[in-house]
């Protein structure tokens, strides 16, 4: 346990420096002085610091972006309206992810340092695009199977394919994540907007 304690800390303190300093400009003794461990440790777990990068790409990034309702759709066959609830809670899962990253650097880091770790981490992480892909692909196929069981409860009428619906709304949400990254950060309040807009383009009219 102490020394899977010691390695996550690690990583933390990793991800706190990489995220403001950027790859280039963290060393290894600054790792250690934050993470306040000897290099011995520090090479016990990772072979290098672009391993190190991997590691905290694994943990802060790739769990973090994982759909929070993987292997959980099947609580939405019982509601009457499965993509508002849908909604509703990948809104407040974004939120939390958002929360949950800003307290770990103590609200420090912007939301352009996040995109300026995730470019790097596209030029280090080895399998950065394969993995994206099938992080594309599950949620692509999560947002469908939901918007297919929302057609068949007659939640919403669309002659337009779910896997077009899927895709305005995946693609509204990364949108206003890039342009707000360049300002503030994403506006849940706006996104929920939006996509409460798609939704009621779609939504079938005696639902209200």
Known sequence: MARKSSKENIVKEA??????????????????????V??????????????MFKSVGDMFFFNHISSSSEG??????????????FIVEQLCAIKNRMDS??????????????????????ALYPSFEDEMKAYEERESSCWINIIELAKSKKEISSSE???????LFR?????LSFKDALFSG???????????????????????
């Not at 991800?15 to 306040?36: C, M, P, Q, T, W």
């Open 15 to 36: 991800f706190k420096l990489f995220i403001l300093k950027g790859y280039d400009r963290v060393s290894i003794a600054e790792i250690e002085n934050a993470a306040n």
């Open 38 to 51: 000897s290099r011995g440790l520090v090479f016990y777990y990772f072979k290098s610091k672009e391993d």
């Open 72 to 85: 959980s759709q099947s609580k939405y066959s019982i509601s009457e309206t499965p993509l508002r609830d």
């Open 101 to 122: 990253l800003s307290q770990i650097n103590k609200g420090e880091a912007k939301h352009f340092h996040f995109y300026r770790f995730i470019l790097e981490l596209k």
């Open 161 to 167: 394919t779910s896997e077009d619906i899927a895709s």
């Open 171 to 175: 693609h509204t949400y990364i949108g």
């Open 186 to 208: 994403l506006d849940i309040e706006q996104l929920d907007k939006l996509w409460n807009t798609l939704y009621s383009q779609i939504k079938t009219h005696w639902y209200g």
